[in-house]
């Protein structure tokens, strides 16, 4: 199993940015996603969630309105959209599967 996270960079407070996770080495289609987050000195949380399908959502709280996941079943890929950024947000992101591998992180970091 393979999770490559794309997409992490430094943006501005108020910023835009999308997160990709391509995963190989299982079926991608059968399991459920998710994206959590690790802010320095915090424990990992999670951030979305997304079912096989696509079709059922969840979200934390600090992020309803701003993030939305979603994903792409024949890429293999899932997804981060994230808007109205704020300092808060800034974190190791990663990518999640449903039978419990990680991606190696995306790093994000919302400051002026």
């Known amino acids: 199993v393979q999770l490559v996270e794309s997409g992490g960079g430094l943006v501005q407070p108020g910023g835009s940015l999308r997160l990709s996770c391509a995963a190989s080495g299982f079926t991608f289609s059968s399991y459920a996603m998710s994206w959590y987050r690790q802010a320095p000195g915090k424990n990992r949380e999670l951030v979305a969630l997304?079912?096989?399908?696509?079709?059922?959502?969840k979200y934390a709280d600090s992020v309803k309105g701003r993030f939305t996941i979603s994903r792409d079943n024949a890429k293999n890929t899932v997804y981060l959209q994230m808007i109205s950024l704020k300092p808060e947000d800034t974190a190791v992101y990663y990518c999640h599967t449903q039978t419990g591998y990680w991606g190696q992180g995306a790093r994000v970091t919302v400051s002026s």
């Open positions: 997304i079912g096989s399908a696509g079709g059922s959502t």
